[in-house]
């Protein structure tokens, strides 16, 4: 996970990241529309399933995967099946990740644990998951035996390193630990929020656009700068979006996650605050009261734990743009590569 030199920010082209967000993000609806299956029992199981999907979403990690194949030269079919994939194992992984971290809004509106209940809501995502592979068996039709298997075992990758990331977050969580370093946070980031949200989309979609001409090793550091500077912003937000935002405000607080804020203030509080924030973070989330949390969130400015994280997530996104233009110096110019090179700078200047 070593830095690379950073490549200058130029004005992010929002009207185009937002355009190709809708254009692709409407495809992929559409194409997980017919995944979803309507039977019995619905009331119970396939409603559940069809819920976080028809909320919506910035639709990022899909429309990624689309742009990346079309950029190598796929047409749009080719990676609709590969991208409904993903997006469905993206709302199964949000059902889980909820219900673990006791959440009570997701996209605007209540839980779907809050909503049904924890037991339903469980079988519900561990149903979405399963459906998750069905667009898999479609690619072999499509795209042929080798190029399918290569893109299953893709997605198998990044299930582990999913699951894996986010185990490390919630045992520091359980285990109340307080010495996670800058390093730690970036290798849980790396597996729980990079594989999915960028290195998987950009892998496969290079599978499915390149048919194995261009080296995927790459794409993990991409993938890493970008999703990590992505996550950063997104722990920032949680403490500072307005009325848009989709989560609940304060919530990594609430939930005592160590988020590369939470361990700066630990670093660098003095005595009595560092054992101060060490008890509340011991604390139930049940027994962290308002008054708790505003407390936290002054001491993280107090700290300048807010303006370190701002400056990590923009050395990231440098080093993503430089990694970006080296990987794709030799392809020609298009309106999926400028999509995907606005992104990186995209992330830091969104609000929700």
Partial sequence: MASSSAAPFTATNEPLVQAMLAEYGELTRQSVRR???????????????ADYPRRGGKMLRSSLCIAMARAMGAPTEDAIATAASIELMHNALLVHDDIEDASDERRGTPTLHALHGMPLALNAGDAMGLLSLRPLKDNFHRLGLATALRI??????MAWESTEGQALELGW???NRTDVTDEDY??????????????????????IGARGR?????LVRLGFFFGAAFQIQDDLLNLEAGAEYGKEINGDLLEGKRTLMIICALRRAGDADRHALKEFLARPRTARTPGD???????????????????????LAGAALYEFDTYFAGVP??????????LVTWVLERSH
């Avoid at 970036?186 to 599978?207: E, Q, S």
């Avoid at 110019?333 to 606005?342: A, I, P, Q, T, V």
């Fill in 35 to 49: 995944y979803l299956p309507e039977e019995e029992p619905r009331s119970y199981l396939y409603e559940l399933v």
């Fill in 214 to 218: 261009k080296p995927l090793d790459p």
């Fill in 152 to 157: 299953f075992e893709e997605t198998e990758r």
């Fill in 186 to 207: 970036l290798r849980m980031v790396l597996k729980k929020t990079c594989w999915l949200g960028a290195i998987h989309p950009l892998r496969v979609g290079c599978l």
């Fill in 293 to 315: 949390v505003a407390w936290v969130r002054a001491l993280l400015t107090e700290t300048g734990a807010l303006e370190h994280a701002r400056a990590v997530a923009r050395g």
């Fill in 173 to 175: 969580q359980r285990d």
């Fill in 333 to 342: 110019e298009n309106r999926d590569l400028r999509f995907m090179r606005s």
